[in-house]
């Protein structure tokens, strides 16, 4: 039988770790169902020998330091049944999100910066397993309309075992709403108080995720977090809104995103307190927009930033 492996043969396992570290073995009811997936195995230091010999030539080097990193996008939808988790939700908890669950109606993502949690993820290609354990994870949603929204995710663990395994697991769609389009019927969008003409809403949560290899201790770890983001929004009349005037006095205002209008696909993305940069003047189709550089600040800490689904 040939050894020939496929490129979209592919299947990828997360559940959350009681302890960093220690493998929490995901089956494939824990699966997590990606596009656009780039993936690097192994990275880290190469530590040049640097032997002084008789005689010239490369020595060899010494590899250090070693974790791996997976980047894909998530489709933004809900479970399908308000009040339960997305299937992607221990994704959020790796990212420094607590999960708060309220049966029948809704599942609220607020970040944390205390016992926060940690992934192990099996990345399934075609037939050989890498693991990754004490993952941490940065979450970047995007919204455009007359296209399906997503969340650009980025991951990165430490290495574990690689291996051939004999199947690849039984992972199915069950659990994962159909996404919806972003459109006027769909997608509501406020930012400072101006209930939104906008071509596209981009934000990356900002977490820095730090490998840390120490004697006595090996782990990756959020370092820090710096919540920005892009709004392109139709360019109005001042007296609507001035976002120059917005830009100048650093002044900052709420942003609020709902997308979906079925029960369990249904979220919520809301900001407190988002300052707008320098705005840049541009066109689509003719028409002039704002493309508006967004930087989310606290208010009383760790509430920049919040996910609803409902």
């Known amino acids: 039988m040939s050894g020939t492996r496929f490129f979209r043969k592919l299947a990828i396992l997360v559940k959350n770790e009681t302890v960093q570290g220690e493998d929490a073995e995901p089956i494939a009811a824990n699966a997590v169902i990606m596009s656009n997936v780039t993936f690097t195995p192994m990275t880290g230091e ?27 996008d998530i489709e933004i939808a ?95 769609k069950v659990g994962w709403a159909i996404p919806v389009p972003v459109s006027k019927a769909n997608t509501a969008m406020s930012l400072h108080g101006w209930p939104s003409v906008a071509e596209s809403l981009s934000i990356d949560l900002g977490n820095t995720l730090t490998p840390r290899f120490l004697i006595g201790d090996e782990k990756v770890l959020v370092s820090n977090r710096s919540a920005t983001g892009t709004a392109v929004v139709e360019a109005r009349a001042l007296s609507d809104i001035n976002w120059f005037e917005k830009a100048l006095s650093r002044e900052p205002g709420s942003l609020s995103i709902a997308h979906g209008t079925q029960a369990g696909n249904t979220i919520t993305i809301t900001a407190p307190a988002v300052q707008i940069g320098e705005p840049t003047q541009g066109q689509t189709d003719g ?24």
């Open 46 to 72: 190469r530590v040049s020998r640097d032997l002084m010999l008789p005689y010239m030539g490369n020595q060899g080097v010494i590899l250090a330091g070693i974790f791996g990193r997976l980047e894909g």
């Open 78 to 172: 809900g479970s399908g049944v308000a009040g339960t988790p997305p299937k992607y939700s221990p994704l959020l908890r790796a990212a420094n999100f607590a999960e708060t669950v309220t049966a029948g109606t809704k599942v609220e993502y607020t970040i944390v910066e205390d016992e926060e949690e940690s992934a192990s993820v099996y990345f399934i290609s075609d037939k050989v397993q890498h693991i990754f354990v004490g993952a941490k994870a940065n979450f970047a949603p995007s919204f455009a309309p007359k296209g399906i929204p997503k969340w650009r995710v980025t991951i990165v663990g430490m290495l574990g075992e690689i291996t051939d395994i004999g199947v690849m697991p039984a992972v199915s």
């Open 287 to 310: 028409i002039l927009n704002y493309s508006l550089p967004l930087d989310f600040t606290p208010v009383n800490g760790m509430d920049e930033l919040k996910f609803v689904f409902t």
